[in-house]
């Protein structure tokens, strides 16, 4: 048997373990895991192929403290979430009944190897020693994965005010389709960028919005969708001649859609047009002759296919990440993928059926196999890609640049004019007002140019102060869903979109997690004395409530309980509230409409109003519903609406409604640059 003790790194089927960093990677990417996880891991690698019972967990991982069954339960629970081990089948622990938990992963020991006593000459063994050495070498070489060789920068071929986005290749990869927006107007124009001889060239400058451009499957046509604030077409334009003459071709409407600022999407296959409405969410096939809908996919937030229409790449809303499913149209099989933490900015297959693109605030390149590698790129956000990969040539096309939000207050005694709490460059969200409005708590997102990584912090803005106060910095892996201060100013609760919690004390500027032996923790909210959190959450699968002492650092369970009159954004039915308020509210508008809303910024509620936006096409309405006479009010309008880019945008108001705090994308500036390999 091998004695775990020295050795730091492990491979437990296909995860790698590092026990000295306290990380796993799956699927290429690397998490973070606890040390008291891996000191139980540790355990049950040491006694291979026995059941570890229960005692021995808590005289080895608890050795001066008196625990209970429930907290091993919920560690070796915790220790299966993090490895990902499926529910139904067992690959990693398997539970012995009776007698306790035992190791089934297949282990790969890489920082030593199995020695056995073996009888042989003194010469032989430094030969075979020497022999063994060389060939792990070798093998370590051949066949440890690399790093993908980087992309150098080769040319930035635009550099305009405004956002490049739709990149599109033709088939011949000659052609590069693209839209190009005028920073003044937010309208687009779709234009052609001709590798062969480097020039840029306007296709369509009608002074309508015009999107998503789409190569025919033969690369003569494209289909484009135009809007504005009255109508929506998609047309057909035939392209003929030289690419300097296409701005003159005729085109013609193909099909009536709906006006929106949400992301439309269109794919021209040999099976039909695909579109993508955002405000029904509806993935639509026409036949491209008839235009009659032939197939529907419902929840889409974004999807691709090939050009043969095969194989559809969909990405669902589910809960608070988002789905990933590969469609196959011939087999009619769906199979699950990935789950991503928004925000992504595109899908997009690299090679149909094998490997594809996700855009956002990095540029990932996975596969149907549900690996995933970043690509080291540009700093900044990147919102589209498209790429020629054969055996002459390996060119990148990005539509990345910087993305810049801040937080504006609102003083609803005179909303006329909205005042900057914030100007950084970065993208500042998720505000959280002091129950005495004096402070605004955020999360600050940042590109450093020094680690080439995208950090998150915590500030304070008090209202009597010309400077922030950073709070703390948060690792990689937290992605801030819900922040909210506590009753008396004490401290910062913050839950992920993982749905695990933290403290922060502004005192000490420090966090510390919380409620760890839990599962889908929600329905957070304070006593007023701020030391008992209330919360739900599932243990060992069961449905509970229960209260956290936080003098005490004790939890108990208690009996269900009301919950208190304002429900926040960690309830899991605050969606289903709000969107229940707004609609009885406003019965003209549509179900689709205010449901769009809730997703482009979240509201905020009180005990007497809810405050919402409304996107249109070129405005955001900032709006208050009076909760008891149901009246809604406009108090501010904005004469934009960029795209949120699935951004976290939400509006914070105070108990007292002394002001509003809004988090807005202030500006999208992205240019098309081309790299190479």
């Avoid at 409407?253 to 992301?263: E, F, K, L, R, W």
């Avoid at 409530?545 to 269900?560: A, E, F, S, V």
């Avoid at 007292?656 to 988090?663: D, F, G, M, Y």
Wanted: aromatic fraction near 8%; proline fraction near 5%; hydrophobic fraction near 40%.
């Amino acid at each position: 048997m091998t004695e775990l003790g020295s050795i730091n790194r492990i491979r437990l089927n296909q995860v790698l373990v590092d026990f000295a960093a306290l990380k796993l990677q799956i699927d290429g990417i690397w998490y973070d895991i606890e040390a008291r996880q891996l000191a139980l891991l540790r355990l049950l690698i040491n006694h291979p192929g026995q059941a570890v019972s229960r005692q021995q967990i808590m005289d080895a991982i608890w050795p001066d403290v008196v625990v209970s069954d429930n907290s091993v339960s919920q560690a070796i629970t915790q220790l299966r979430k993090s490895l990902q081990e499926p529910k139904d089948s067992p690959t990693f622990i398997r539970t012995v009944p009776r007698k306790g938990y035992q190791l089934v992963a297949d282990i790969q020991y890489l920082d030593a190897m199995q020695t056995e006593p073996l009888r042989i000459s003194l010469q032989n063994a430094v030969l075979s020693t020497l022999s063994g050495i060389l060939l792990c070498a070798f093998l370590a070489w051949a066949l440890w994965p690399r790093p993908p060789k980087p992309y150098q920068h080769k040319a930035q071929l635009t550099a305009s005010p405004g956002d490049e986005a739709f990149l599109t290749l033709s088939h011949n990869h000659r052609y590069l389709l693209f839209t190009q927006q005028d920073e003044q107007s937010g309208l687009r124009d779709i234009m052609v960028y001709d590798r062969q001889s480097g020039n840029i060239h306007g296709i369509r400058q009608s002074g309508y919005d015009e999107l998503s451009p789409a190569w025919s499957p033969e690369g003569n046509a494209l289909a484009y969708i135009r809007q504005n604030a009255f109508s929506c077409q998609i047309r057909i334009l035939d392209l003929s001649g030289p690419v300097e003459t296409w701005r003159l071709a005729k085109d013609k409407v193909a099909t009536d859609c709906q006006p929106d600022s949400g992301h439309k999407k269109l794919r021209w296959t040999e099976g039909g047009l695909y579109y993508l409405d955002p405000l029904t969410s509806r993935l639509l096939r026409f036949d491209i002759n008839s235009m009659s809908e032939q197939t529907s996919w419902q929840q889409v937030r974004d999807f691709d296919v090939d050009n043969s229409g095969q194989h559809l790449l969909l990405l669902n809303q589910h809960h608070k990440h988002l789905r990933l499913s590969y469609f196959w149209q011939d087999k009619q099989q769906t199979a699950e993928l990935l789950r991503v933490i928004p925000p992504v900015a595109t899908l997009k297959w690299q090679e149909a059926g094998q490997r594809f693109w996700l855009t956002g605030q990095q540029l990932l390149l996975a596969d149907i196999h549900s690996n995933v590698q970043s690509l080291r790129v540009p700093p900044g956000f990147i919102q589209d890609v498209a790429q020629i990969h054969n055996d002459k040539v390996d060119e990148l096309f990005l539509s990345s640049g910087n993305l810049q939000a801040n937080l504006f207050t609102l003083a609803l005694s005179s909303p006329a004019k909205l005042q900057a709490l914030t100007s950084s460059p970065n993208m500042e969200y998720l505000p959280a007002i002091s129950a005495d409005g004096l402070q605004t708590a955020y999360i600050s997102q940042y590109f450093d140019y020094v680690d080439q990584q995208v950090h998150q912090e915590v500030w304070v803005k008090h209202s009597h102060k010309p400077i922030a106060t950073l709070i703390s910095s948060l690792p990689e892996d937290i992605q801030p869903d819900f922040l909210s201060w506590s009753p008396q100013g004490t401290f910062l609760l913050l839950q992920d979109k993982r749905q695990r919690v933290y403290l922060l004390n502004l005192y000490a500027r420090s966090y510390q997690p919380l409620l760890t032996d839990f599962t889908e923790v929600s329905t957070l909210y304070w006593q007023d004395d701020e030391q008992q959190l209330y919360f739900s959450a599932l243990q060992q699968d069961k449905a509970i409530r229960g209260r956290l002492d936080l003098t005490k650092q004790q939890i108990d369970l208690i009996d269900d309980k009301e919950n208190p009159a304002i429900p926040n954004p960690s309830f899991a039915t605050y969606r289903e509230q709000i969107l229940t308020m707004m609609q009885q509210a406003l019965p003209e508008v549509s179900q689709e409409r205010l449901e769009q809303a809730f997703d482009y910024m979240r509201p905020a509620l009180t005990s007497t109003e809810l405050y919402f936006a409304l996107p249109g096409l070129n405005q955001l309405d900032i709006l208050v519903l009076n909760r008891q006479s149901g009246e809604v009010q406009l108090l501010h309008q904005l004469n934009r609406c960029p795209d949120n880019r699935g951004l976290p945008l939400s509006l914070a108001v105070n108990p007292e409604q002394q002001q509003l705090v809004i988090s807005l994308l202030e500006s999208q500036q992205n240019n098309l640059m081309l790299r190479q390999r």
